[in-house]
């Protein structure tokens, strides 16, 4: 079982909805990331937070907006997106930033009409 | 650009025998390496790094080799069980490891 939960797992959403993804973890870490994986694709990073605070955010369009209400919670919430955002989206946590494996959640798979 | 490739898409074993998995990178800043293991449906699961301070990293039945001055990476599971079948992830970061960068994973099918 992972340590790292994601819910939901699938979403289906229209381009004008509001939605959010959320990620949880309770092995205290300090750091948090958003990845985006399309098929076939390795993961590329979205958002780093760093003792709750965004410390990197990778150019991703405004239309994705993550918080991260406290150190075991991570949201993403979604806006207006396109279809060409149909992906999965990983979130994954570490002790803090710096030569620490990161552990991965198993996703939400999003599917925009 | 890929900066970490993995430039073969499978890989068939028999199950007893030696695995052995390959990784290139391309950026020299890179100093922490990963393995990770994915099966359909989950996310990545953590197997093994290495420091570029090292060049060998063992953990059971799963050992790592780093070779800088190649900028080659491997993975050697031994003995292979058919419970390893997944795609495998390589992956890479600097200093900071902000970002982890991914190759574009290997299947290992494991046949029993």
């Known amino acids: 079982d992972t340590e790292v939960t994601q819910t939901p797992k699938h979403l289906v959403m229209g381009m004008t909805n509001k939605k959010s993804l959320k990620c949880e973890q309770h092995?205290?870490?300090?750091?948090m990331y958003w990845y985006k994986q399309k098929a076939k694709k390795p993961p590329e990073l979205m958002f780093v937070y760093s003792y709750e605070k965004l410390s990197i955010n990778e150019s991703v369009p405004s239309r994705f907006s993550p918080e991260c209400p406290n150190s075991s919670l991570l949201n993403l919430h979604l806006h207006a997106l396109q279809p060409e955002d149909s992906a999965l989206y990983l979130c994954?946590?570490?002790?803090?930033?710096?030569?620490?494996?990161?552990?991965f959640g198993d996703g939400t798979r999003l599917s925009i009409l | 650009d890929q900066q970490v490739k993995q430039n073969s898409p499978s890989l068939s074993v028999q199950e007893g025998r030696i695995s052995i998995l390959n990784c290139d990178y391309t950026?020299?800043?890179?100093?922490?390496f990963l393995w990770y293991k994915k099966y359909p449906a989950e996310g990545p699961t953590f197997l093994i790094s290495?420091?570029?301070?090292?060049d060998k990293n063992e953990d059971g039945r799963f050992t790592v080799f780093l070779n800088k001055s190649a900028k080659h990476l491997s993975l050697h599971i031994v003995p292979s069980q058919p419970g390893d079948s997944a795609v495998y992830f390589c992956a890479a970061s600097g200093l900071e490891a902000n970002n982890l960068f991914f190759g574009t994973g290997t299947r290992l099918t494991v046949i029993p």
């Open positions: 092995m205290g870490h300090r750091a």
């Open positions: 994954a946590s570490s002790q803090q930033r710096g030569n620490r494996p990161q552990h």
């Open positions: 290495i420091s570029s301070i090292k």
């Open positions: 950026n020299s800043m890179f100093d922490y």
